[in-house]
């Protein structure tokens, strides 16, 4: 149980995407410890007043539908701060969460900067599990890192040995140089148009994920922007993406229907 003299709000937001700018909060659920240690429990669905992208319903499974019917964020945006005030915050990488409700708040016109302080499990989760040439070594190999850690030559010797371990435990990775390069460097995770992440899926459509234009979709950036993207050093991927979407060929994805 966590002692705290302030109650503590531990919180998650699904939204419609992930950039604060452009996405809307769909969902806040809630657990307020108090100082005594009772517990309250608190949930709502928001109406976006936008689409939710099928890209991100196949992730929370909340759909248009489901919110369709809900109050805008605007309208509980008085009673959620009144709630928040005066407390310390909790989640699971809580300062995605926190950014979104301030911006909700902001367009709300509701003052409450959520300036609690904030206990994240997942800081905690990677200060005690952390993700170190030690600590795969400890994982896969079962054993400390040799003490003479961070000469070059002994860990790029303990890195061959993780490999060759890796390799073992996972029997379903490629076997051959070509196969892992394309996995880990040329496949693109789900919800993502680049290996590299730099542009996604919204609605089916390529859309930025970074720099002056997060979230817009590839075929409203601005040539000159598109021309600086050339003159980076993205992937190739990337580059062939962009180049194309000079000559008005944007990429486009076949939605799944949910």
């Known amino acids: 149980m966590i002692v705290t003299s302030t109650p503590i709000i531990f919180f998650d937001v699904e939204t419609t995407g992930v950039h604060v700018s452009v996405d ?4 806040l659920g809630l657990i307020k410890l108090l100082p005594d ?3 309250k429990e608190w949930s709502s669905y928001f109406n976006p007043e936008m689409p939710i992208p099928p890209e991100v ?15 805008s964020f605007k309208q509980s945006a008085p009673l959620i701060a009144a709630g928040f005030k005066f407390c310390d915050y909790a989640g699971y990488n809580v300062d995605f969460d926190i950014s979104f409700l301030r911006m909700e708040f902001k367009r709300a016109g509701v003052n409450e900067k959520l300036n609690g302080r904030r206990l994240d ?14 600590a795969a070594i400890q994982t896969y190999l079962h054993r400390d890192i040799n003490s003479g850690a961070h000469d070059a030559l002994v860990d790029i010797r303990e890195t061959y040995e993780l490999l060759q371990a890796m390799m073992n435990a996972h029997p379903e990775l490629p076997r051959d140089m070509e196969g892992l390069y394309k996995q880990y460097y040329e496949t693109p995770k789900e919800g993502f148009v680049d290996a590299d992440g730099r542009l996604y899926w919204r609605n089916g459509v390529a859309c930025l994920n970074f720099g002056k234009y997060p979230g817009k979709p590839l075929s409203e950036i601005p040539r000159d922007y598109l021309k600086w993207m050339l003159s980076q050093s993205f992937s190739q991927d990337v580059v062939r993406i962009v ?3 000079l ?3 944007f990429p486009l994805r076949k939605l799944a229907s949910l």
Do not use: E, N
Request: glycine share 8%; aromatic share 4%.
């Open 37 to 39: 240690g009772t517990k």
């Open 247 to 249: 000559d008005g060929k």
């Open 57 to 71: 319903s196949g992730i929370h499974h909340i759909t248009d539908s489901m919110v369709q019917d809900a109050p």
């Open 24 to 27: 809307r909060i769909i969902q």
């Open 121 to 134: 499990a997942y800081k905690i989760f990677t200060k005690k599990h952390p993700r170190s040439l030690s």
């Open 243 to 245: 180049t194309d979407a």
